[in-house]
């Protein structure tokens, strides 16, 4: 059964050299693999679980969370995120408020951050 396998998240970005670089310098993503007509990267993540991000030439059409980082430390993540130069979105809705980029949902805490192509990532830490 699939429920059995690992998945790994696949982001779209109009400009893939830029994502390649963000994921690099500013993530920390090691590249696992390169497409070579240079249409996709695949970056290294905990476990065995994969980013990939693909040429797209319509990006992303949707503000939603497109991936998930699960952590153990959501602010020391967020603190390493900042000195990378990374900014990390703060919400102040009547759904979602932000405390210095972390919101506590109740069963987790959350940050987001949007990577050039306009993908939101969250960064969550489940309690």
Request: charged share 25%; net charge negative; with cysteine.
């Amino acid at each position: 059964m699939l429920g059995d396998h690992p998945i790994d998240v696949i982001l779209l970005a109009k400009d893939l050299p830029e994502a390649k670089a963000f994921y690099v310098d500013k993530i920390g993503l090691e590249i696992a693999n390169e497409a070579p007509d240079g249409d996709a990267v695949e970056f290294n993540c905990g476990g065995d679980s994969q980013l990939a991000v693909t040429a797209s030439t319509t990006g992303t059409a949707d503000s939603q969370t497109q991936a998930q980082f699960r952590v153990t430390d959501v602010a020391a993540e967020v603190a390493e995120l900042r000195s990378r130069g990374v900014k990390i979105e703060d919400y102040d809705t009547p759904e979602l408020k932000t405390e210095d980029g972390i919101a506590d949902l109740g069963f987790a805490l959350v940050a987001w951050f949007i990577d050039p192509a306009g993908n939101a990532i969250s960064i969550t830490q489940y309690k």
